[in-house]
């Protein structure tokens, strides 16, 4: 790995050449290799437990409950399924011939796309970076990995993982900031999987875009939760406030804001409230204190989430909770928030951090059109035990992922792809659908003994025209 604050041009062009052959040659890797490799990851991310929460603690003041659970787990558990089911996966899937295609064999052969990019963001720095890496391995690609800048003690303790298991003609690591991340996506990989925000998620594909190259991007948004009045309110504050304040609130599939009933906003406020103080203590310096509460991960970032709640405060919006905000010590309480007028920044941008505005609503179909006025979300949060509301609400909107009565636990599910739409993404990762993203469906199509197409050619008679227009009939 390249130490500098950006990667040696040089260095990250030898790379990209070095990796040619060898995914030429991975093509023909076997079921068993690809197993070895994934099984050799798995123990040498677990070695790396103890470093990993010194890393975790210098970069984000990460509590080393929260690096196994948000890290370590998803990244495990992601190995643990692709070793169970590589086999399957890899297997040629026969397609039964259609009318129009008898006499014909058929099937589907899954190959590695070739050269890979994997591009982490600074949030979860090993789960976002390792688990996509799981993918492109199992599929059989090279990858070269670009974590963020802003995580370096984790950086370095990926990079020697990565380094001690892989020859770097199949996995290596660079890091950089921007200059490294574009004189990467200047080249033309076969594949970029792109973890980060819209923004960037658009210049991405616009560098893809020069060498038609496929991308995967896991992009985010301003994922609303719904509360109703026939929600069970306790569990609902207790799933909404630990998805929201884990990793201090940032997480791409983090509630962003709330719509609850006002015939039970007051009291799902003051369950929230007694949360807060149970979960990192009763007042505010306690809170601030608190060993539990992860950290913002630069001074900039957490200056913007200050300025966000102070502009909310100064146009009228009333303080439920926290407020406090340091960013040089790089710390913003959990804060709630209500009555957020519209033209509040906090209303328009995505938070990213620990503030929950929450807003009460009387008709679902109100907050349904609010939700549809916007970007579509990578996840939305329905509580509510009404069958009739929850297939309103399933059927009338659109995000990436749905959870009801339940908050993001589906970002761990391997049976489920994880992914965006539009604005908050394209294509899916994890389990069967990251081995689909780091992998080329290709049709194989061959002639059986008998060929009927023969009756269809040249010269065309009445024999032919009867032929071809009786087919039409049976294909209607």
């Known amino acids: 790995m390249h130490t500098d604050l950006d990667a040696d041009p040089a260095l ?14 991975l093509r023909c890797s076997t079921a068993r290799q690809r197993l070895a490799k994934l099984r050799r990851l798995g123990d040498g991310l677990m070695d790396r437990r103890e470093a990993l929460y010194k890393a975790f603690a210098a970069d984000l003041r990460k509590p080393a409950a929260e690096v196994d659970l948000t890290e370590l787990l998803p ?20 397609v039964w011939p259609t009318l129009a295609t008898l006499g014909t064999r058929a099937k589907v052969l899954y190959q590695p796309r070739g050269r890979c990019l994997i591009i982490g963001p600074w949030n979860y720095p090993v789960n976002t970076l390792l688990g996509p890496l799981v993918s492109a391995v199992a599929a059989g690609n090279t990858v070269i990995l670009k974590p963020s800048e802003f995580t370096p003690h984790v950086n370095a303790v990926v990079a020697e993982l990565v380094a001690a298991l892989f020859d770097p003609a199949e996995v290596a690591m660079v890091t950089g900031g921007v200059a490294t991340a574009q004189r990467l996506l200047a080249l033309p990989f076969d594949h970029v999987f792109f973890t980060g925000s819209p923004a960037v998620g658009k210049v991405v594909m616009e560098a893809a875009a020069q060498h038609l190259t496929s991308v995967t991007l896991e992009l985010g948004g301003k994922s609303p939760v719904i509360v109703d009045q026939s929600a069970d309110l306790r569990q609902a504050a207790e799933l909404i406030l630990w998805g929201k304040f884990t990793n201090a609130g940032q997480t791409c599939v983090a509630p962003d804001h709330v719509f609850v009933h006002r015939s039970v906003k007051d009291r799902f406020v003051r369950l929230c409230k007694e949360l807060i103080a149970k979960r990192y ?102 509580f509510s035990r009404s069958r009739s509301t929850q297939d309103r609400v399933t059927a009338h909107t659109s995000s990436g992922g749905l959870c009801l009565n339940h908050c993001v636990q589906q970002y761990v599910h391997g049976g489920l792809p994880f992914g965006g739409v539009n604005h908050s993404g394209i294509g899916s990762a994890h389990g069967h659908y990251g081995f689909k993203a780091f992998s080329h469906e290709r049709a194989c199509l061959a002639s059986g003994p008998l060929m009927p197409l023969s009756l269809f050619f040249p010269p065309y008679t009445r024999r032919t ?8 009939k049976m294909l209607r």
């Open 281 to 382: 203590g009763p007042t505010a310096d306690e809170v601030e204190a608190s060993p539990d509460l992860t950290r913002i991960i630069t001074a900039r970032h957490a200056r913007r989430l200050g300025e966000l709640i102070d502009d909310a405060l100064a146009r009228g919006a009333t303080l439920l909770a926290g407020g406090r905000h340091d960013s040089a010590a790089r710390y913003v309480a959990p804060t709630l928030l209500t009555d957020v007028p519209a033209d509040a920044r906090i209303g328009s941008e995505e938070i990213f951090g620990p503030v929950l505005p929450i807003e009460a609503f009387d008709v679902i179909d109100q907050v349904i059109q609010r939700i549809n006025a916007q970007p579509k979300p990578l996840a939305l949060y329905l």
């Open 12 to 25: 990250i062009q030898a790379l990209f050449e070095q990796q040619a052959p060898t995914a030429l040659s």
């Open 75 to 94: 990244v495990v558990d992601e190995l643990r399924h692709a070793r169970a089911h590589l086999a399957k996966w890899m297997r040629p899937r026969r």
């Open 465 to 472: 025209s009867w032929l071809s227009g009786s087919l039409l």
